[in-house]
């Protein structure tokens, strides 16, 4: 996987060693497998949160892992032209490039360790599709599209977007250096990601090297999900299996451990997962299609107001995917 990367992780700063005596590790609650399934023209994806309880998501409402997958020359596909509003949408790209462009202006081209971070908010058209170029030679596809919601008070704000290079992760190492922890987003053992949220939460992907573990101190009134890029491990200190393609929820606790099998797969070198929590918004959620709104009337004015052209109009000009 080339998202960003260190040739000497014991170099970066160290995530210290938590205190046994002092740290409430948390318990593996629930371990699912996601199911798969197709988006927007036809790409295949794993849906990450399929199956499990949605107060235990609060405040994420979808994830989607997109592929890996590799393409053959014709295959990459993408998405038309769609509105949103009441969330934002963040898309991590692992390996090959996704072109963005939306009705605020926002856009451009993100590729291995870039994130793009769109907020809706009250509303906005977009539009994700691959290059040219990789439409007509394939590739190899990966990447994560998550939503997460905004509270009430904030689900009308103005639409926004970040486009986050790879190389602006906060990069941290295990103790030991036997994991590599990129921050994308929010606070991390006291180092900050790049990327700006509505909602407090925290957003990373780790890289654990065949039979080493990592613990990372995490907010107590944070919710704790990993999920598996790839590889094999365990979860929590009572190592619960953990696969590619599953999720594992986690209980109450200071800190959450994740360890990698020392021995994996053929296809991967490492156990690669998705570290993600936030603060629980705790309101009521409807969600219909590409809206999340708090009851079913402002559904309803959302689809109103997309088909009255209030949530933009597609832009005359396309943005060129590879400049």
């Known amino acids: 996987m080339p998202a960003v990367t260190a ?35 036809g790409f295949p994806v794993h849906r990450a949160f399929g199956g499990v309880d949605t107060r235990l998501l609060d405040p994420f409402v979808h994830m989607d892992q997109m592929g890996e997958v590799a393409y053959a020359p014709g295959e990459p596909k993408g998405t038309s032209w769609h509105p949103h509003r009441g969330f934002e949408t963040v898309t991590y790209m692992i390996d090959g490039e996704m072109a963005h462009q939306d009705s605020n202006g926002g ?67 295990s103790a030991d250096g036997g994991a590599l922890v990129r921050v994308i987003a929010g606070e991390l053992a006291g180092h900050a990601g790049p990327g700006s949220t509505h909602t407090p939460i925290t957003l990373a992907h780790v890289t654990v090297t065949p039979g080493a573990s990592v613990t990372l101190p995490w907010r107590p009134d944070f919710n704790a999900l990993v999920y598996a890029l790839a590889g094999d491990g365990t979860a929590g200190a009572e190592q619960v299996p953990l696969h590619s393609g599953q999720l594992a929820v986690f209980g109450a606790g200071d800190a959450i451990t994740v360890a990698a099998d020392a021995r994996q797969d053929g296809r991967h070198e490492a156990l690669e997962v998705f570290v993600l929590g936030g603060l629980p918004i705790r309101e009521p959620v409807v969600q219909y299609g590409p809206f999340v709104m708090n009851t079913k009337a402002e559904i309803v004015q959302a689809f109103e107001d997309y088909q009255a052209g209030r949530l933009g109009s597609v832009p005359a000009q396309r943005i060129e995917a590879g400049a």
């Open 7 to 41: 040739a000497d992780p014991l170099a970066l700063p160290r995530i210290e060693a938590v205190d046994p005596l002092t740290t409430r590790l948390r318990p593996v609650v629930s371990v699912s497998t996601a199911p798969r399934g197709f988006e927007g023209d």
């Open 107 to 173: 856009g451009g081209l993100i590729t291995n360790g870039d994130t793009q971070w769109m907020t809706a908010g009250a509303g906005i058209l977009h539009i994700e599709t691959p290059p040219e170029h990789l439409v007509v030679s394939g590739g190899l596809f990966h990447g994560v599209q998550l939503w997460v919601n905004l509270p009430r008070s904030q689900k009308l704000v103005q639409p926004r977007y970040q486009d986050i290079r790879g190389g602006a992760v906060a990069l941290l190492s």
